[in-house]
């Protein structure tokens, strides 16, 4: 009897040679998408797939993409081409010199000084791929994560004063925000309009920051995700976790503000109520669900669960199972 073989695992060296090819595909495609490939690709590796999986998704998820296309890069000025799409290929250019005078580590820094305060960027999608880049140890990567980030820089509307607020009362005074009469139908639009009201100016900046701000944020989206299953709120739960990669290089030992800020505009874009509590108890272990996400099509369940596993992993808690558990299907 003929006993099978077991899958060769997927190696660094392997997404890498992905990544490399990969520098061919524009950061967005139809428009307005984030390409979601490279950050997919780095979390299937760390949960275990094997090369043999890890090439059959890029394939498949390469059906979609778009080429990068060839622009005339030009120099970069902060005013002018902070949050313009059309300067992806200037921002490249920008920090392969950064990297090359600085080190990475050191341009890093300096670019998440200038990009944290427009941390939603893309619905979370700068910060997201740059936290995987940086998992994946590849500069191309890192280079490309930035400028989709600062291409797409989104500040949102904040004014300082005011008494800091705990979590449920900053998440109870933003539950008495008005409707927008009118938003996009995409994330990133859905913010724009409910950080478009003054009153969100003058509210959303209030969450009082702590040593376990960022913590307590990416618990609630993880409650709050098993609790309704929002496409909206799975993106805070990944941007918490690439906060998470990135805490080593932020400007200040505090959580940004512009994070909590971000947070804010999601957690109303999403529609849905935040939910301090878990729902209920997970029921399966984490190596049946990390081998579950391996196998799955859609890069948003790959990437929660690499991230609620990783989170899980740096602060032990029930509700990154159960998040885990919602998103995948029935």
């Known amino acids: 009897m003929l006993m ?3 899958a060769a695992p997927a190696t660094l060296a392997g997404l890498h040679h992905l990544l490399d090819a990969g520098q061919a595909w524009s950061a967005t495609y139809r428009g307005a998408l984030s390409n979601h490939l490279p950050m997919a690709q780095q979390a299937l590796l760390e949960m275990g797939a094997s090369a043999e999986r890890l090439q059959a998704f890029t394939e498949r998820e390469g059906t979609h993409l778009e080429p990068r296309a060839v622009a005339r890069a030009g120099h970069i000025v902060v005013e002018r081409d902070l949050g313009r799409p059309d300067s992806d290929a ?3 250019c920008h920090f392969v010199a950064r ?3 600085l080190g990475p580590a050191a341009a890093l820094r300096e670019a998440l000084a200038l990009l944290l305060p427009g941390a ?4 979370f999608h700068g910060l997201i791929r740059t936290a995987h880049a940086v998992l994946a140890g590849h500069e191309g990567e890192l280079v490309a994560g930035l400028a989709h980030w600062a291409a797409h820089f989104m500040p949102l509307p904040v004014r300082d004063g005011g008494t800091p607020l705990p979590l449920a009362d900053w998440l109870a005074a933003l539950s008495t925000l008005p409707r927008p009469s009118a938003s996009g139908g995409l994330i990133t639009g859905r913010m724009q309009a409910w950080a478009g009201s003054p009153a969100f100016a003058d509210l959303a900046g ?4 702590g040593p376990d701000t960022l913590r307590e944020l990416a ?3 993880a409650r709050t995700y098993a609790a309704s299953g929002n496409f909206t709120v799975l993106h805070l739960l990944t941007a918490s976790h690439a906060m998470s990669v990135l805490q080593p290089c932020w400007p200040t030992p505090e959580l940004p503000r512009g994070f909590s800020v971000a947070a804010a505009a999601g957690l109303l874009a999403s529609g849905v109520a935040p939910a301090l509590a878990l729902d209920r108890l997970p029921s399966r272990p984490w190596p049946a669900l990390l081998s579950a996400a391996c196998a799955q099509d859609d890069a948003h369940v790959i990437k929660l669960t690499h991230a609620a596993w990783r989170l899980g992993r740096l602060w032990p808690d029930p509700a990154w199972r159960r998040a885990v558990e919602r998103s995948m299907p029935a």
């Open 4 to 6: 099978k073989t077991a």
């Open 219 to 221: 618990l609630l989206a």
């Open 90 to 92: 200037a921002w490249r």
């Open 120 to 123: 939603g960027a893309i619905a």
């Open 99 to 101: 990297m090359a005078e």
């Open 206 to 209: 209030r969450l009082h920051h």
